[in-house]
């Protein structure tokens, strides 16, 4: 049993309710279904929970095309055939040509693997039916070369979903369940110290500030998340923006400098600088 | 233990299965709820929960379970008026009503106020959600001024520093008691398929090919072939605006699940009925408008037609020009749906309004004739009828 817990990481804060759904699924070892808005870090949570633990990590995205069979194994029938014509010995065993896909590579890890199943939602939507078993027990059946493949370590499963499509409710019977919720202020700021250390207190608050008034604008197609904000900062300090910049009082309807990274779709930054327009005519200061 | 409060769950409407329950015993078994109840709270959730949207729902009945207050069950059916707190986006307030809340003397005296009037709802017990509703005007419709500073969870404001995680209930707005999700329609959408090959050949084409070596004397020629697509277009007619605002959220699902699920899918707006022209985009509907004509010469007659409207208007909007709410028509709205039916041989009308009260409207009769009687109600079932007549 494993008796390593799962707290975060130097680099990744994990609230109390997060740990505690990422460690039941560990100790239990079922997947955990993981959703929030983009950009939030659920990707990165696999990434860490293995860095954190120790244990190799496997990341199989999901696009719109992916069956859930490449995942288990793909049969190569036309290298098989070609090399039929060229006399190749292989050809005798079909186990040659059988490709192994992430599950079955992370089934066979010497130690536990944490296996990523990232943005399941993208898929077809009979998708997340056609793993059912496999998650369950953790084994699956080769037909070309009746072998059956069982883990040799239930890996820990990190599924993660965008909401795109929603999943079928045996599939979700199946999996712990987290919602990473957008991170308050507080947290927020904890988030940012992780990747900015030493940086200015004045700087941090004033964009925080600015960063909850952008997200508060009504109607926004796509409020900023936490990787944007990062980025963001990341600009700022590159271009070595002051804090008083950022301050509301002064400029109480100037729009944020350098908000291209906040703001990523056209409709938004016009309808910003509508409102910030609106609010410059109504309170002319 | 859990057994009545998974009954609890049950009743409160939450599709906890037994195997959920197992697994929370499993858990609780090797010790990973320890000693404290914010702990167990949770791994509750994580294990019981599988949809955000019913994390508020969770949160009440752990709350209610939890304090031993079993008969508050009853006020977690009841839903506060959702007018009242989820339209936030829509909420705006005048001056004199923002003079009102500061009279009242801020917000927290306000949410006080409100706690007050929610228990005393309680104890009524009948019609109570009206009663709050009707403070509509008062101020708690304030209540979109400021979402973020309310929690109605929390029991009176003075022990505000010991407010409990799942009193907290910041999961509010996500609730959804609409059944019909969008996958159900997506699921009765796929009834409409029709696959085609086309794009990159990367299947083998196991025939062709034992077919071509066969005539090579033996020489492997392989044949590959596209893979098999849904290759169904659909031309979607939404009516927007007026009576249409009741069915908003139906119609938002509807159209978001057909989106997914048609790669050929091509949409337009319409107010109340069509005319000589529709339009892409509602903000800009005045300047970017497309003629109808244009829609039925450029998507051929292979597309299905499908439109999407209560269909409740003056019979005069349809049948005669000039008749339109919003601007002159030169000709009446019966002749162009009929150039567009006459277009798009494949059509249907999808009614959000229920079949029972179509009888009632003369324009839904006028319409279900106009369109042969290929008119379904949108629900699971209609669209599963639907689908069949377009197929």
């Known amino acids: ?285 | 233990m859990l057994i009545p409060f998974f009954c609890m769950l049950r009743d409160g409407g939450m599709k906890t299965s037994i195997t959920e329950l197992l697994v929370l015993h499993e858990a609780m078994q090797k010790g990973l709820a320890g000693h404290n109840v914010d702990d167990f709270y949770f791994l509750a959730r994580t294990t019981l929960v599988k949809d955000e949207a019913h994390l508020d729902r969770f949160d009440r009945i752990f709350a209610a379970y939890f304090k031993g207050v079993e008969d508050s069950l009853k006020d977690l059916m009841q839903e506060i008026p959702e007018d009242w707190l989820q339209r936030q986006a829509e909420l705006s307030l005048s001056d004199e009503e923002k003079a009102l809340i500061e009279s009242m003397g801020g917000f927290e005296e306000l949410m006080k106020a409100l706690q007050a009037r929610l228990d005393e709802q309680d104890s009524r017990h009948e019609g109570g959600s009206k009663w709050i509703g009707t403070a509509g005007t008062s101020p708690f419709g304030a209540y979109g001024y400021n979402p973020e500073g309310v929690r109605i969870g929390q029991q009176g404001s003075r022990n505000r520093s010991a407010t409990k995680v799942w009193d907290k209930r910041e999961y509010r707005n996500l609730d959804d008691s609409v059944e019909l999700g969008t996958r159900n329609i997506k699921v009765a959408l796929r009834r409409l398929r029709k696959f085609a090959r086309e794009g990159a050949a990367d299947q083998l084409d196991l025939n062709d090919t034992i077919d071509k070596t066969a005539r090579n004397g033996g020489m492997l020629d392989i044949r590959m072939v596209p893979e098999r697509h849904n290759a169904v277009k659909v031309l979607l007619c939404l009516d927007i605006g007026g009576s249409m605002d009741d069915h908003v959220r139906i119609c938002e699902e509807m159209f978001s699940a057909a989106r997914t699920e048609f790669k050929h899918l091509e949409y337009f707006y319409f107010h109340n009925f069509i005319y000589e022209s529709m339009w892409k985009d509602n903000r800009r509907r005045q300047a970017e408008k497309t003629a109808t004509l244009d829609i039925a010469h450029k998507y051929a007659s292979d597309y299905k037609l499908v439109f999407v409207g209560d269909a409740t208007m003056s019979p005069y909007e349809i049948a005669y020009a000039g008749g339109s709410v919003e601007h002159w028509n030169e000709e009446p709205g019966a002749v162009w749906i009929k150039r567009l039916l006459n277009t798009y041989p494949k059509a249907i009308w999808l009614n959000p309004e229920p079949k029972a009260r179509w009888d009632y409207t003369p324009s839904v009769k006028l319409v279900r004739e106009l369109m042969d009687d290929r008119m379904y109600p949108l629900t699971i079932a209609g669209l599963d009828e639907g689908m069949k007549e377009l197929h």
């Open chain 1, 1 to 285: 049993m494993a008796n390593e817990r799962f707290t975060g990481t130097s680099s990744y804060i994990a609230t109390d309710d997060l740990t505690m759904a990422v460690n039941a699924a560990v100790t239990l070892e079922r997947p955990i279904l993981i959703k929030g808005e983009p950009g939030t870090g659920k990707t990165q949570l696999a990434i860490e929970v293995a860095k954190s633990l120790g244990k190799p990590l496997f990341e199989w995205h999901i696009k719109s095309t992916t069956k859930a069979q490449q995942g288990l194994y793909e049969y190569d029938a036309v290298a098989r055939l070609r090399d039929s014509q060229l006399g190749d010995d292989k050809v005798h065993d079909i186990a040659n040509y059988i490709l192994p896909g992430k599950v079955w590579e992370a089934f066979e890890a010497e130690t536990q693997p944490v296996l990523l199943i990232d943005e399941i939602d993208k898929a077809d939507i009979e998708f997340p039916n056609d793993l059912l078993q496999e998650l369950d027990r953790m084994e699956f059946f080769v037909y070309e070369t009746k072998k059956l493949v069982s883990a040799r370590n239930r890996p820990i499963i990190v599924i993660t979903s965008n909401n795109e499509k929603e999943l079928p409710d045996a599939f979700l019977r199946r999996c712990f369940f987290h919602y990473i919720k957008f991170p308050d202020q507080d947290t927020m700021a904890k988030i940012v110290d992780v990747h900015f250390p030493g940086l200015k207190k004045a700087l941090l608050s004033e964009a925080l500030n600015a960063f909850y008034k952008v997200r508060d604008v009504r109607g926004l197609k796509k409020k900023p998340s936490t990787s944007e904000l990062l980025d963001w900062i990341k600009l700022l300090l590159a271009e070595d923006i002051p804090p008083e910049a950022l301050r509301s009082e002064n400029a109480r309807s100037a729009i944020p400098p350098l908000y291209g990274a906040l703001l990523k779709n056209e409709q938004d930054v016009h309808l910003f600088e509508q409102l910030v327009f609106l609010d410059r005519r109504n309170n002319p200061s």
